[in-house]
């Protein structure tokens, strides 16, 4: 039979998370500080018990964001580390290189201009530039859209083919009456994205919303980023999509060529 939780114990249970996460964090810190540190060492930083810093150390060894140093005893920080930290540079360093591009764009064509990076199965806007057109534009920053009725085509149409079905393979959402549900169609439009160098959305999440975008390459050539054109669809006509695109792709191999691709 289960205990009924007593008054003011849910608190204590939630204080105590909060104290293990800071506690944690300061395990972290202790180990960037020094380098590398044995769980007595750490425990006597800490001001706690030697076995509450060898659960700490554990839970984080196991997320790979520890390590420990052969068989001296050692513990020293892991490749998930690294690994949050690059995921973290990889957005400011695409948001700051952005600007100027997206700022340039922007001004040329008069209407909104965003970057946007995967995150998960959404696309997320982290920067955004007006143009002179699109004063009653949307504020679209911080924002996440599903990828099959955005610019985050893009993002689809460069992912490893797993991932990609396995998006594919969820229930797609129909925000209206031109949203591309059937998996069928929307891989046709993903191949052509691909082929062309742009995606395009019309109407697909919003009615009188139609945007177009561009890959942003890393060094690597992984696609990071997104690059999106978007206004009313009384301006960007199916007669400008065209040379949208094309101007939306030169910005992203720009972007690209800033974050070194190519070189």
Wanted: net charge neutral; glycine share 10%; aromatic share 4%.
């Amino acid at each position: 039979m289960t205990r009924a939780r007593q008054p003011g114990e849910q608190g204590r249970t939630a204080s105590g998370a909060v104290r293990s996460v800071d506690r944690a964090v300061s395990v972290l810190e202790i180990l960037a500080r020094r380098g590398e540190a044995g769980v007595t060492e750490i425990a006597d930083e800490l001001g706690v018990h030697r076995s509450t810093a060898f659960r700490l150390l554990g839970v984080l060894e196991n997320r790979g964001l520890v390590a420990q140093a052969g068989d001296r005893g050692k513990y020293h920080l892991g490749a998930g580390v690294l690994r949050l930290a690059g995921a973290a540079a990889v957005r400011l360093d695409v948001s700051q290189e952005g600007v100027p591009v997206c700022r340039d764009l922007a001004d040329e064509l008069g209407e909104t201009v965003n970057t946007a990076v995967l995150d998960d199965f959404a696309a997320v806007n982290i920067m955004q530039a007006r143009g002179t057109a699109s004063v009653t534009a949307q504020d679209w920053l911080g924002r996440r859209t599903p990828l099959h009725a955005t610019s985050g085509k893009v993002f689809l149409a460069h992912m490893a083919p797993a991932l990609r079905e396995e998006y594919l393979g969820r229930p797609l959402h129909r925000f209206t009456d031109h949203t591309l549900t059937e998996t069928s169609l929307l891989r046709g439009e993903l191949e052509r994205a691909a082929e062309q160098g742009y995606a395009s959305t019309r109407e697909e999440l919003e009615l009188g919303l139609v945007a177009v975008a561009a890959p942003v390459r890393a060094h690597d050539g992984a696609v990071i980023a997104a690059i999106s054109v978007s206004g009313p669809v009384y301006r960007l006509t199916p007669d400008r999509l065209a040379s949208l695109g094309a101007r939306t792709a030169a910005a992203a191999a720009e972007l690209s060529r800033r974050m070194g691709y190519g070189f």
